[in-house]
């Protein structure tokens, strides 16, 4: 029998173990005009420089940073979080601090969490006071070899360098979320060539979540991915140069590579012209098994999404382009262009909206082309273009088969390449769409209900796991964000828990039962999904791209 004395005793280790962790649980004030001598503890006694709260905090802490320029100042914790216990610098309610500095030579890095992890900045922005090369900051941040950390609710303004914000060395489970990244590197370097990436994920770095957040003028790119299993979500991205280095003047958007990424409710529009590339398309979508739907890609220079191969990225296969909508690019809608590498293959572009693209006859008469010279798959890569709505005069280009043709020609002579796709006009909302919302479809227009399914059952069944013919479709979201919503045979939508590569197989978050060769499809509203991004009445939309300040609730 457990004696009274016992209990006691375990109860009073319980609430003294307790007591000690709330005790290292600390508050503390940093503020441009306090005292490093201060107890920093109130924000009547803040300390004076981030160095101190650097040096100080330790996992469970928060650091509130008052109103004000912090000049060579940067955040660069000198220990860890732990899980529920993340350190954090947030800025002071109501009060905005700005990490800054006085010269050219002054901050090389803002926030850096090389090393680190749970760590929160939320709300701090950093200001590098002029346009590239004279910036006073080159990079905004480093997550190098960093994980669990979260920078949140900033404004990046001017940074020098190759990158703003740079997620490297297997930096893992870090979110980037509703920021404003602006003005990175140098259009023009004086020789004809840009530099500057606003963000870069590389080198094995993986499950990382960008979402929410505003790219603009990345000289270079706004967002370069080559790792694996990234999600890209929510985010707009426009690399729009015309008010600082004249009209028409820009760069390239963003590059997809590595394997099995998410860039899913993005906006991706004008991408203009570079100093050293005077086309950029909206996106290259590259490496193997990624995923791009119900994105936004429109008024680009030129194509809205090419698909390459270099000796660096070696492969472009097996990516699934789908459900998106892709308007008003000067060049073609999706190109195919083999250069060096392992080749192209095994690329999907399903249940897409073409329309009103190649609006710059400089660029190419073809809504699709394919230059795949030497490619060891073939002159069209055994790639798949079927379901999606374009225009009645839609024409593809395959260089080294046949040259310029029509979409039905095609579809006669390549079958197993082009197949099932809508020639018809789809009818938006709005005749001359500028937003997302723009591009929903009106009733009665052609691509309503009229998705193809993704794939299709491989065998009659019940429970919660499901055998598919190409379980590469859909996504369980990695551990970051929910799981696809998918409807089996037309029943009622279930949420995928698990996605098996290897095996085709999805796990759902409640049983059900299927037949064989049943469709397979995202979530949807009528009688079937729609054709392109928007999908009508209700389901998985795009958010509607706020203007940065919203995002913030603070100007540019």
């Given amino acids: ?67 004000g320029k912090y000049v060579n100042d940067p955040i660069r914790p000198s220990r860890s979080g732990a899980a529920g216990s993340e ?11 700005v990490l800054t500095s006085k010269s050219s030579s002054g901050l090389t890095v803002a926030i850096d969490l090389t090393d680190r992890s749970y760590i929160v900045v939320d709300g701090i922005d950093v200001d590098g006071v002029k346009p590239g090369p004279d910036a006073y900051v080159d990079h905004f941040v480093n997550l190098y070899n960093a994980s669990y950390n979260t920078i949140s609710n900033g404004t ?34 004086g020789t004809g060539h840009d530099y500057g990436d606003a963000i870069q994920i590389l080198r094995g770095s993986h499950h990382n979540l960008l979402r929410g957040n505003v790219l603009k003028r990345g000289a270079h790119n706004l967002l370069q991915v080559d790792a694996p299993n990234n999600i890209i979500v929510e985010n707009v991205f426009e690399n729009d140069w015309s008010e600082t280095e004249g009209t028409g003047k820009g760069g390239r958007n963003l590059t997809l590579m590595g394997k099995r990424n998410l860039f899913e409710r993005n906006v991706v529009k004008n991408a203009l012209a570079s100093a050293d590339e005077p086309a950029n398309a909206g996106m290259k979508t590259e490496g193997q098994w990624n995923i791009v739907r119900r994105n936004f890609i429109f008024r680009n220079i030129n194509e809205g999404i090419t698909t390459e191969t270099h ?16 308007y008003g690019n000067g060049g073609p809608a999706w190109g195919l262009v083999f250069y060096t590498g392992d080749g192209i293959t095994g690329n999907v572009f399903k249940n897409n909206i073409v329309y009103r693209n ?17 490619n060891p798959m ?45 020639l018809a006009t789809p009818t938006f909302v709005r005749p001359d769409p500028q937003e997302p919302e ?18 299709r059952t491989t065998g009659a069944g019940s429970g919660t ?56 499809t995202l979530e949807y509203a009528g009688n079937g999904p729609d054709i392109g991004a928007y999908e009508a009445v209700h389901g998985p939309q795009a958010r509607k791209p706020m203007p940065p300040n919203s995002l913030t609730g603070r100007p540019l």
């Fill in 1 to 67: 029998m457990i004696s009274t004395r016992l209990v006691a005793s375990c109860l009073l280790c319980l609430c003294a173990g307790f007591a000690t962790s709330l005790a290292i649980s600390a508050e503390y004030y940093v503020a441009p005009n306090g005292d490093d001598g201060n107890s920093g503890t109130s924000a009547s006694s803040a300390w004076r420089t981030i160095g101190k709260a650097n040096a100080t905090l330790k996992p469970g802490d928060v650091v509130y940073l008052r109103g």
């Fill in 87 to 97: 350190i954090r610098y947030v800025a002071y309610p109501g009060e905005q601090p």
């Fill in 156 to 189: 990046f303004r001017y940074a020098n360098g190759w990158h703003g914000i740079r997620i490297t060395y297997e930096a893992h489970h870090n979110k980037l979320l509703d920021n404003v990244i602006d003005h990175v590197g140098v259009w023009d370097d």
């Fill in 311 to 326: 000796s660096d990225s070696k492969a472009s296969q097996n990516n699934r382009i789908y459900h998106n909508t892709i």
């Fill in 358 to 374: 190649r609006t710059r006859s400089d660029l190419g008469a073809a809504d699709f082309f394919f230059r795949l010279a030497s």
């Fill in 378 to 422: 073939g002159i069209v890569g055994q790639s798949l273009v079927e379901g999606n709505l374009i225009s009645a005069d839609a024409k593809v280009d395959i260089r080294d088969g046949g040259g310029v043709m029509t979409l039905e020609k095609a579809m006669q002579q390549y079958p197993d390449t082009f197949r099932n796709n809508i």
């Fill in 438 to 455: 723009d591009f929903a479809l009106a009733p009665g227009s052609r691509g309503i209900d009229e998705a193809l399914p993704l794939t």
């Fill in 465 to 520: 796991v499901v055998a598919v013919a190409d379980a590469s479709y859909f996504s369980d979201g990695f551990g970051l964000i929910e799981g696809d919503r998918i409807q089996i045979g037309g029943g009622k939508p279930l949420k995928v828990t698990k996605v098996d590569y290897a095996a085709n197989t999805l796990t759902l978050s409640e049983s059900t039962e299927w037949s064989k060769d049943a469709p397979v």
